[in-house]
């Protein structure tokens, strides 16, 4: 770590302990703001570019968003994971792949005070806070190979494949789930390890920002204190409370799905005071005096304001039983959890329904691709089907109907 970011990284803290938790959380809510708006203005162009975002993680990280979960006395805000997920939402009025990548990233860095030892924990809280790190994930247990790591001398190795891996080859760390002897083990990885390659293979018609491409180990060295956890590593039963890890995930998608669509319709609204023509039988001059214009927006409007309270409500939810800490039980996990897929299901229809709507306000003349306005449905129809929200529906009416809760795995 260089001097003036030691030096930074005093000066943050000195300023942050006069504040009260009230006013990190405003300040760094008004950051994202600032963010949001300066993605937004270049967001269609960067979308047709489809560079990785290299420059758009240095925006988060030059405006102190990255390290807010951490506690002030390291440098960070003392953020709560419920208001991270509020960053999240702001970002993505501005551009939903950014909101993806900072959404992953704060649900990777709560991972080592869920599986890692306390020393483990807060020795990784204190890099991010101080070195503001960026957090690439290689999580999805599905496509490619399994990622085994295998005892290699007194480290280990890590071998396999996965095709989907957000942030990966940006990452100053890698959040990593594999394989050991058939268990599976959570890895905090620096990133650039030997080994380790990113194949440069994403090409989707959204969340074309994202950097979520496959990647490859080969041989990958792994120390044994990069693995989370106390020893014995294996033959541990996972306890309510670290399954939590799921609707940390769940609970950023369902913010960056709510966020698109408010930034979404704050976009279409602005366009139509500007350039919006009455349809020649509304009898009015002005598109925002057309009647079925007016009954659009206020039925868009209304549905976009429930789910964005519903997701408030999983939110909360989330945060009580992390609050309860390791003593939480089954029945408090699967209370919070459905909480987190009840929203996961109304957001995904609303965006959705959103995105596509908002044409309906614009006319025809939004649809010119100088305007990249399809980018906000584009970039909500790739990632809702990253599990598909059918299922997620169905936990939560199994639970309803029946108290069956959500059975754990990295989906739910």
Known sequence: MSVETQHAG??????????????????????????????????????????????????????????????????????SYAETVQITRRIARGDTSIAHLIGYHFAQTRVAPLFGTPAQADRLSRLNAERKIFWGGVQNPRGGSDLVLTKDGDGFRLDGRRSFASGASLGDHLSV?????????????????????????????????TDSGGVEFTGTRVERAEILGPDPLLGRTITPYQTLVTPHWQLAFVNFYIGTAEGALEEALDWTRLHGAPWETSGVDSATDDPYVLQTVGEIASDVRAAGLLADRAGDA??????????????????AAVAVYEAKYLTTKVALSTASRLFEIQGARATTSAYGFDRHWRNLRTHTVHDPVAYKAREVGDWTLNRRAPEFSLYR
């Open 10 to 79: 005093t000066e943050r803290t000195t300023e942050n302990s006069g504040a009260s938790h009230g006013e990190r959380f405003a300040a760094a809510l008004r950051r994202a703001d600032v963010v949001a708006a300066e993605l937004r203005a270049t967001a269609a162009e960067r979308d047709r570019a489809g560079r990785t975002p290299r420059e758009e993680v240095e925006l988060l990280r030059r405006n102190d968003l990255l390290q807010v979960q951490e506690p002030v006395e390291y440098g960070g805000d003392g953020l």
């Open 177 to 209: 789930t594999a394989t050991l002897d058939g268990e599976l083990v959570f890895i905090a990885l620096p990133g650039g390890r030997e080994g380790f390659r990113a194949l440069g293979d994403w090409d989707n018609i959204g969340q074309r920002l």
């Open 318 to 335: 989330l945060q009580a039983a992390l609050d309860t800490g390791p003593s939480l039980t089954e029945e408090q996990r699967a209370e």
